[in-house]
Antibody, heavy 118, light 109 residues
Framework: QVQLVESGGGVVQPGRSLRLSCAASGFTFSTYPMHWVRQAPGKGLEWVAV????????NYADSVRGRFTISRDNSKNRLYLQMNSLRPEDTAVYYCARARVLYYLDYWGQGTLVTVSS | QTVVTQEPSLTVSPGGTVTLTCASS?????????PNWFQQKPGQAPRSLIY???NKHSWTPARFSGSLLGGKAALTLSRVQPEDEAEYFCLLYYGDTYVFGTGTKVTVL
């Protein structure tokens, strides 16, 4: 069955960096686009970034563009989110989600919590 | 800054019907926005319900349906069950970015 498992979250000081990982299994990872979505405590969902199955398309929310980088390693069945220059407002649970095509999401991971605090 | 607006909260009786809507600050929502709908219960990850306006996933209960209504995307819950109490979010596609709606908390009472 399809499984997505996020890791790499934790507590980090403002201005520092963190890399999240999403391990995929149960499907042919290299043929699916993938998204990152986040949710601040007690708030709604916020779309963060998307990458096409082959990495040729990458798009970002305005709030993270220039600071976050989405990438993938299809040989390892992994999606990544490199987060630089972190701010307190980046504090959230970060989810990875699979897409059948770029705009059609189906499976979600359970999320990993990132807390940006001094 | 594009804003996607949903009703903050709705209450429905068990067995009843309720319709949630998803409006874009840019204007009329069409099928070109490929509306998705998601359900989220407290402490859980979101679960996908509807994609590209009205298509259901294999796990989506038949009582959930998606449509376009009055210039908005809509999610209708029919024959509502107690387990449908949750928050519901829409997602719209804007070419190279995506925006989630503000969310609707559905209470079954």
């Amino acid at each position: 069955q399809v499984q997505l498992v996020e890791s790499g979250g934790g507590v980090v000081q403002p201005g520092r960096s963190l890399r999240l990982s999403c391990a995929a299994s149960g499907f042919t990872f290299s043929t699916y686009p993938m998204h990152w979505v986040r949710q601040a405590p007690g708030k709604g969902l916020e779309w963060v970034a998307v990458m096409s199955f082959d990495g040729t398309i990458k798009n970002y929310a305005d709030s993270v563009r220039g600071r976050f980088t989405i990438s993938r390693d299809n040989s390892k069945n992994r999606l990544y989110l490199q987060m630089n220059s972190l701010r307190p407002e980046d504090t959230a649970v970060y989810y990875c989600a699979r897409a059948r095509v770029l705009y059609y999401l189906d499976y979600w991971g359970q999320g990993t919590l990132v807390t940006v605090s001094s | 800054q594009t804003v996607v607006t949903q009703e903050p909260s709705l209450t429905v009786s068990p067995g009843g019907t309720v319709t949630l809507t998803c409006a874009s600050s840019t204007g009329t929502v069409t099928s070109d926005y490929y509306p998705n709908w998601f359900q989220q219960k407290p402490g859980q990850a979101p679960r996908s319900l509807i994609y590209t306006t009205s298509n259901k996933h294999s796990w989506t209960p038949a009582r959930f349906s998606g449509s376009l209504l009055g210039g908005k995307a809509a999610l209708t819950l029919s024959r509502v069950q107690p387990e449908d109490e949750a928050e519901y979010f829409c997602l719209l596609y804007y070419g190279d970015t995506y925006v989630f709606g503000t969310g609707t908390k559905v209470t079954v009472l």
